[in-house]
């Protein structure tokens, strides 16, 4: 709302993600993270925020861009050092259209622009190489297991990106999450949209009513001692199809939620797989 109202009070779509992008990679601790999409530098946690700002009533939109409805400060609401962050950027880029944002933040952060659609035709040649060059590209078979406790949409999709994971499998029984972007119909969109698959295995995950009462590692461990007795004995033909499934798109991750690889399943599914027949791979924690 505060970078609306400095700009005058209405900004297109791509050009208040590249000022909030500007803005937030100012900020010590930022407040919106960001991945590589198809105009660079976006926040889908931000374009939620927008979309609960419309339904509310404090902006409109139109097909390109948002404008402020109000006539009140929100500047002023502000830390002094976000204040002068704002003024800031304002001050360098308020003649800057979307293409000039664009390319700007393509020249200063090429991992943004590894999945653009107009950085081809914003950068040069040898700009273009050093996009290529921020591009992760994996050759090593590897399973990976990520869990989504205490970081943003965000900053879990850039581990996935960044360690070039082709295939996101949702080992929870219930796939759903009070957290923005965790349910199973976000993550598929999410996922979809950076070109990740998605495929979920519901029947290797531990029922919400087991993990009730768990306080401490022993009752952790007393769970998963339960869990590799009864759920991986009887989910063998799975295992061997999350195996299949490496071996054919060689990255893969295993998510859940807990962020302790010694308090979710996911160590013990993803271990007792690799000690299934034609296992000659790595697996890694991230």
């Not at 109000?70 to 002068?84: C, P």
């Not at 952060?109 to 659609?117: Q, R, V």
């Not at 996935?160 to 499998?169: C, E, P, S, W, Y």
């Amino acid at each position: 709302m505060s970078i609306l109202e400095v700009f005058g009070g209405n900004l297109g779509k791509i050009n208040l993600q590249k000022i909030l992008f500007l803005v937030t990679n100012r900020q010590a601790k930022p407040v919106y993270g960001f991945i590589p999409y198809k105009y660079g530098s976006y926040s889908y946690s931000a374009n939620a925020d927008l979309t609960a700002m419309v339904k509310h009533g404090f902006i409109s939109e139109d097909t390109t861009s948002f404008t402020k409805k109000d006539q009140l400060s929100y500047l002023k609401s502000l830390t002094e050092v976000d204040q002068n962050l704002v003024k800031q950027v304002y001050g360098l880029y308020k003649d800057t259209d979307a293409d000039g944002l664009m390319k700007h933040t393509y020249l200063h952060y090429p991992y943004y622009a590894i999945n653009s659609l107009k950085a081809k035709e914003l950068l040069s040649t040898e700009e273009m190489e050093k996009v290529s060059a921020s591009s992760p590209k994996g050759n090593d078979t590897i399973l990976f297991t990520i869990g989504y406790e205490g970081i943003s949409l965000e900053a879990y999709l850039n581990r996935l990106i960044k360690n070039d994971v082709k295939v996101l499998v949702d080992v929870r029984n219930n796939p759903l999450s009070q957290k923005y972007g965790f349910s199973k119909s976000q993550l598929i969109r999410f996922c979809e949209s950076l070109n990740i698959e998605y495929r979920h295995f519901p029947e290797v995950g531990i029922q919400s009513a087991e993990r009730k009462e768990l306080k401490d590692q022993h009752d952790y461990d007393e769970l998963f001692c339960g869990y590799r007795e009864r759920t991986l004995a009887a989910t063998g033909s799975t295992q061997q199809l999350i195996l299949d499934l490496l071996k054919e798109k060689k990255r893969i991750a295993l998510t859940c939620f807990e962020a302790n690889i010694c308090q979710c399943h996911r160590k013990h599914l993803a271990e007792s797989i690799t000690h299934l027949a034609g296992w000659h791979y790595s697996l890694k924690h991230i």
